[in-house]
T-cell receptor
């Protein structure tokens, strides 16, 4: 089974802090994604990457950046955390070949105070 | 623009059948996925439709009409463990674009 591991299950950070969310997958997938999930809004795509050192903006990239230095690792960075970034963050990876779709990590619940 | 609509909440009775609808208007379409997500857990894959028609997999079936921009997920013989969120997502250029999800509550 593909495993997508997110480094933290729960995080509490202060406004203005720089926050790193880490995601690692073990199935040699090219594609990796970061979503945030909020009640009533569903999953919204923040950034994605189809290859090492490659990144593309999703629908809501403002306030975020990403890093993909190795194929298995995709990091989401909040440059200066704000309270409106309090959310559940989900990482996913895929081979890009349906119907397998995505495999998701268990999520990181981030609270910014 | 991109628009994917699902009902926010549904309630059904154990043993019954429930249909969760999803309509979409997107700039591209390479298939439609349904995921199940229990509270506090990651979404898990249920079904994928790329051609029109019905795909059946045990108690779950999914239907697609590309001309109507419409899909539904049909759950039969409902069990309490089916209480979860059901996410409709359009596959487009290697990305998944999600609707807001439907929270299904199964009552005894």
């Amino acid at each position: 089974d593909v495993k997508v591991t997110q480094s933290s299950r729960y995080l509490v950070k202060r406004t203005g802090e720089k926050v790193f969310l880490e995601c690692v997958q073990d199935m040699d997938h090219e594609n990796m994604f970061w979503y945030r999930q909020d009640p009533g809004l569903g999953l919204r795509l923040i950034y994605f990457s189809y290859d090492v050192k490659m990144k593309e903006k999703g629908d809501i990239p403002e306030g975020y950046s990403v890093s993909r230095e190795k194929k298995e690792r995709f990091s989401l960075i909040l440059e200066s955390a704000s309270t409106n970034q309090t959310s559940m963050y989900l990482c996913a990876s895929s081979s890009g070949i349906p119907p397998l779709g995505y495999t998701f990590g268990s999520g990181t619940r981030l609270t910014v105070v | 623009g991109q628009n994917i609509d699902q009902p926010t909440e549904m309630t059904a009775t154990e043993g019954a059948i429930v249909q969760i609808n999803c309509t979409y208007q997107t700039s591209g379409f390479n298939g439609l996925f349904w995921y199940q997500q229990h509270a506090g857990e990651a979404p898990t894959f249920l079904s994928y439709n790329v051609l029109d028609g019905l795909e059946e997999k045990g108690r779950f079936s999914s239907f697609l009409s590309r001309s109507k921009g419409y899909s539904y997920l049909l759950l039969k013989e409902l069990q309490m463990k089916d209480s979860a969120s059901y996410l409709c997502a359009v596959y487009q250029g290697g990305k998944l674009i999600f609707g807001q999800g439907t929270e299904l509550s199964v009552k005894p």
